[in-house]
């Protein structure tokens, strides 16, 4: 045995022929596992960067064409709500609508929309995102088509209720994909062109509205809706995957959301109210504060649920309360101008057919 002691002891050439020897053994083994891997990767990597840009490129265009179909549906529900407003005079024309049920044509809408949307929401995390949103665009196409045969005021607001239904599931349910399908960067393109498109859809529903109005019809403003919702409802489940969130997929908050619907309800239904009969009348008064008792009611059982529909931290936020209140005024002003613009025209309709027939 040789120690370290005795180290010195050996002769030169042979500690460096053994010296040599080891470093040879060694480099060669690194030689032969640098090459290995060298060669592995200058082969493989060709090959396996094309098919991993293609496995790319196919995931970029299925998401770009799943928020192509999501903002059809989602330019349907916003077109729907100013799309009518033009058609407004033709309809009570023909449908024979006055004044409180010309409003209810808009109102039936805007009201379930706006009031089921948070249990739309939660809904889509209880029981899938492409469930709920599949569910909502058949009651919102189906909607559609009774709206244009409706035959009375009764059947026309009806429908239009159940559209703002449908429109309630499909609208947060289709946002929700958006967010889970794109990620980083893309995510925020694709908010933003799901916000232009929102913006888009009012607007132009104003110019639809009109061309339909004056061509093929007043049915026309809710035909339109049947062939696409029927296209996104054929294309979408090929290129968005079923699946529920895990975040307590189980509850939902049936009291809050009731109770959020309700309180719209009342609201909206005393401030209709209010421009027939008067702010003095009692129904009216009743209405209105009911809708206030219930909003209180509201927030007392999303401070207590396990699971809300709303978290009110959120909303006391001071940027979220800012761009809430500068979204319900501009609503506000954008649909009391469409509104009010498609009444004026009405009047001048009535008053021309008084001169013909006098």
Not at 13 to 41: A, E, V
């Amino acid at each position: 045995m040789v120690g370290p002691s005795s180290a010195g002891h050996l002769p030169h050439h042979t500690l460096s022929r053994h010296c040599c020897s080891t470093y040879r053994k060694l480099d060669h083994t690194l030689s032969r596992t640098h090459m290995f891997s060298l060669g592995g990767l200058m082969n493989q990597t060709p090959h396996a960067r094309y098919h991993l840009a293609a496995a790319d490129g196919q995931r970029t265009s299925r998401r770009w064409l799943v928020l192509l179909l999501l903002c059809l549906a989602q330019f349907m529900v916003i077109l729907d709500v100013t799309v009518v407003n033009v058609a407004l005079p033709v309809i009570a024309d023909r449908l024979d609508l006055d004044r409180t049920a010309l409003t209810w044509v808009i109102t039936a809408y805007t009201l379930c929309f706006g009031g089921l949307m948070l249990l739309g929401g939660r809904m889509a995390d209880a029981l899938g995102r492409r469930r709920v949103f599949l569910a909502g665009l058949a009651v919102f196409t189906l909607a559609s088509l009774v709206s244009g045969l409706a035959g009375d005021a009764a059947m026309l607001v009806a429908a239009r209720a159940a559209q703002g239904i449908g429109a309630a599931m499909l609208s947060p349910a289709a946002l929700s994909i958006v967010t889970t399908t794109f990620h980083g960067p893309d995510r925020n393109r694709a908010l933003g062109v799901w916000a232009a498109i929102g913006g888009a859809g009012a607007a132009i529903g104003v110019l639809l509205g009109g061309v339909f109005t004056a061509g093929p019809g007043w049915e026309w403003v809710f035909f339109i809706n049947v062939p696409v919702g029927i296209l996104v409802a054929v294309t979408l489940p090929m290129v968005v995957p079923s699946g529920r969130s895990t975040r307590h997929a189980t509850q939902i908050d049936v009291p809050g959301a009731v109770t959020a619907a309700l309180a719209v309800g009342s609201l909206i239904y005393g401030l209709v109210r209010a421009g027939d009969t008067g702010w003095g009348d009692t129904v009216t008064l009743l209405a209105l504060a009911a809708g206030v008792v219930l909003l209180v009611v509201f927030v007392l059982i999303e401070r207590v649920t396990m699971v809300p529909l709303v978290r009110l931290a959120v909303l006391a936020r001071r940027p979220v309360a800012a761009g809430n209140l500068v979204m319900l005024t501009a609503s506000g002003l954008l649909l009391a101008h469409f509104f009010l613009g498609s009444q004026s025209a009405f009047c001048e309709l009535m008053s021309l057919s008084s001169v013909g027939l006098g």
